[in-house]
């Protein structure tokens, strides 16, 4: 069954850091392409950043400079290192894998990708 457990959201300062994992079970996620999108209340759900089988990284404008995505082959597992954060970075983050990445999506679920339950990052001033 391939499934993908999100973790390591919390609150935090705006300032601060948290790092995020997307952690994969069923597939490789070195043969997938794998992204992380967030969802604020009352929000459509966006890229944030996404990274290719071959390794190449994108980011969306927002958080560019601010957010590293990595991979761990080994751990089978995906990052998100979120620096720099803002009071609009509050969001639930959720991991993807599979299909084609989209930028905008009415829901955090569904369009032939695989998504992990989601996890809540927090940012007060």
């Known amino acids: 069954e391939v499934r993908l457990m999100d973790s390591g959201g919390g609150s935090v300062q705006a300032g601060g850091s948290l790092r995020l994992s997307c952690s994969a079970s069923?597939?490789?996620?070195?043969?997938?392409?794998m992204a992380w999108y967030r969802q604020a209340p009352g929000t459509e759900c966006k890229l944030v950043s996404s990274i290719a089988r071959a390794g190449s990284s994108y980011y969306v404008d927002d958080v560019k400079g601010r957010f590293t995505i990595s991979r761990d082959n080994a751990k089978n597992t995906v990052y998100l290192q979120m620096t720099q954060l803002k009071l609009e970075d509050t969001a639930v983050y959720y991991c993807?894998?599979?299909?084609?990445?989209?930028?905008?999506?009415?829901?955090?679920?569904?369009?032939?990708?695989?998504w992990g339950q989601g996890t809540q990052a927090t940012i007060s001033s």
């Open positions: 993807a894998a599979g299909g084609a990445i989209r930028f905008l999506l009415p829901s955090c679920s569904g369009y032939g990708m695989t």
């Open positions: 069923g597939f490789n996620v070195d043969d997938s392409p």
